[in-house]
């Protein structure tokens, strides 16, 4: 018998409300499933079975009444430890909030506690979602399912170890340079990044205002569509025009090519023609986006660097402290940059539907990459994920083949508001690969 866990949102859905399945059986095989293999993943930082088998029940209680909810009714999820949850030690994985309690919460938590879903507790991030994995920090980063002697990427890592190693099939991530979409890909599962501002952030710990989206971490592309509907946004695609390839953003990486090559070729295939289009350079935009993270998360983390420098980790004390170098002129000219950027997405995309263009460079770094901080500072991993978050395009990445072994991800970027179409291509490309394999 297929485990509850691994059977697709909509499926699970159905089998709810036809009295196939309840919530709290539902919900006891995910808590079950956790204790047999979140030992070794090490994804959750607490886990709240008490609370998630409360809220099981009274869904139950609702469908038995006859009322139904919304599309995650009764279906369990987890949530990065920078999103509030009243009642729920939500600490940023930092020491700077080791009591702490959160108070109230966040917007975007209450709309799925209030559709029905069933909260399972809360799962590792980097430290303030800065960079990682730091030994330094609060809690252990946690182990790539894929293979466990590589990183999940982060800042949203316990989000994406939960949901690949089919712990739960839904989580909520941060976004400010690719925390959602970096660890979706390096752990081989979809993650959404909205358009900026189209999920509230009130009730998330900040890192960079500017930046900083709400997003989901999810199994496949069609749970990101379920949760998304969940969510209050539109999840009724269609894809109507060309596609535009960013061919050029991938370098000289011959087997990223490779696969790109080979995914631009399959929607074409599909009926989707693909065009290559250029953007500007990409280390420029890199530059500038990291400038306006380093002054904003100064400005929200300073105080307390200057005043407790001991409860932060090195890899986050170091990242945050680099905000000192800057002036006024870098700011102002990393914000032109970002208009600059939107501009030129916005033109590339107005005879395109959406852009396709990898989400990282290369798979899963080896934990072995990071240890010897002393000697090497932060290692940062290539992506091509932050000018989305400086123009607010939303962005979905989904498993496009593997290098090495290891899972690599399509991105794919649409106009403002339109995370239905992204969400629609997306789906159609995890359907052409099932078909495929």
């Known amino acids: 018998m297929t485990h509850p866990a691994d059977v697709p949102l909509s499926e699970i859905a159905h089998d709810l409300r036809a009295g196939r399945l309840s919530a709290v059986e539902l919900t006891r095989a995910h808590l079950d499933r956790i204790a047999i293999r979140d030992g070794a993943i090490r994804a959750f930082v607490h886990l709240a079975a008490e609370d998630a088998l409360s809220a099981a029940a009274r869904a139950d209680t609702a469908f038995a009444d006859g009322r139904d909810l919304g599309p995650l009714h009764g279906i369990p999820f987890a949530v990065k430890d920078l999103i509030d949850v009243g009642g729920w030690p939500v600490r940023g994985g930092s020491r700077l909030y080791a009591d702490r309690i959160a108070a109230r919460t966040a917007p975007v938590v209450a709309r799925l506690l209030a559709g029905g879903a069933v909260p399972l507790g809360l799962v590792a991030t980097y430290e303030l979602a800065t960079v990682g994995p730091d030994p330094g920090a609060l809690y252990p980063q946690p182990r790539n399912p894929r293979a466990t002697d590589r990183i999940t990427g982060g800042s949203s890592s316990g989000s994406a170890a939960a949901v690949a190693a089919g712990m739960v099939r839904l989580a909520l991530g941060t976004d400010t340079g690719g925390s959602v979409r970096s660890p979706s890909a390096y752990c081989g599962v979809t993650g959404l990044k909205p358009t900026f501002g189209a999920l509230s952030t009130e009730g998330v710990l900040p890192l960079s205002p500017s930046l900083d989206h709400v997003g989901i971490l999810a199994a496949t592309a069609a749970d990101?569509?379920?949760?998304?509907?969940?969510?209050?946004?539109?999840?009724?695609?269609?894809?109507?025009?060309?596609?535009?390839?960013?061919?050029?953003?991938?370098?000289?990486?011959?087997?990223?090519?490779?696969?790109?090559?080979?995914?631009?070729?399959?929607?074409?295939?599909?009926?989707?023609?693909?065009?290559?289009?250029?953007?500007?350079?990409?280390?420029?935009?890199?530059?500038?986006?990291?400038?306006?993270?380093?002054?904003?998360?100064?400005?929200?983390?300073?105080?307390?660097?200057?005043?407790?420098?001991?409860?932060?980790?090195?890899?986050?004390?170091?990242?945050?402290?680099?905000?000192?170098?800057?002036?006024?002129?870098?700011?102002?000219?990393?914000?032109?940059?970002?208009?600059?950027?939107?501009?030129?997405?916005?033109?590339?995309?107005?005879?395109?539907?959406?852009?396709?263009?990898?989400?990282?460079?290369?798979?899963?770094?080896?934990?072995?990459?990071?240890?010897?901080?002393?000697?090497?500072?932060?290692?940062?991993?290539?992506?091509?994920?932050?000018?989305?978050?400086?123009?607010?395009?939303?962005?979905?990445?989904?498993?496009?083949?593997?290098?090495?072994?290891?899972?690599?991800?399509?991105?794919?970027?649409?106009?403002?508001?339109?995370?239905?179409?992204?969400?629609a291509l997306a789906s159609a490309f995890e359907t052409a690969g099932r078909a495929a394999g």
């Open 224 to 423: 990101a569509v379920h949760a998304w509907r969940a969510l209050g946004g539109s999840a009724t695609g269609t894809i109507q025009g060309r596609i535009g390839y960013v061919r050029g953003w991938a370098g000289d990486a011959t087997d990223l090519l490779a696969l790109l090559d080979d995914a631009a070729r399959g929607l074409a295939k599909a009926g989707h023609p693909v065009d290559v289009v250029a953007l500007p350079d990409y280390a420029a935009i890199e530059e500038a986006g990291l400038v306006l993270i380093q002054t904003e998360q100064l400005a929200i983390h300073g105080a307390a660097l200057r005043d407790h420098p001991e409860r932060f980790g090195p890899m986050s004390r170091e990242t945050l402290g680099s905000g000192y170098a800057l002036d006024a002129n870098a700011l102002a000219a990393a914000r032109a940059c970002a208009a600059e950027t939107r501009r030129a997405v916005d033109a590339a995309l107005d005879g395109h539907v959406a852009l396709i263009l990898p989400t990282t460079m290369a798979p899963a770094p080896r934990f072995a990459d990071f240890a010897d901080f002393a000697a090497s500072g932060v290692v940062w991993t290539a992506m091509r994920t932050i000018p989305f978050n400086m123009t607010g395009h939303p962005a979905i990445t989904v498993p496009m083949g593997k290098i090495d072994g290891m899972p690599m991800g399509l991105q794919i970027v649409g106009r403002h508001g339109d995370e239905a179409t992204i969400l």
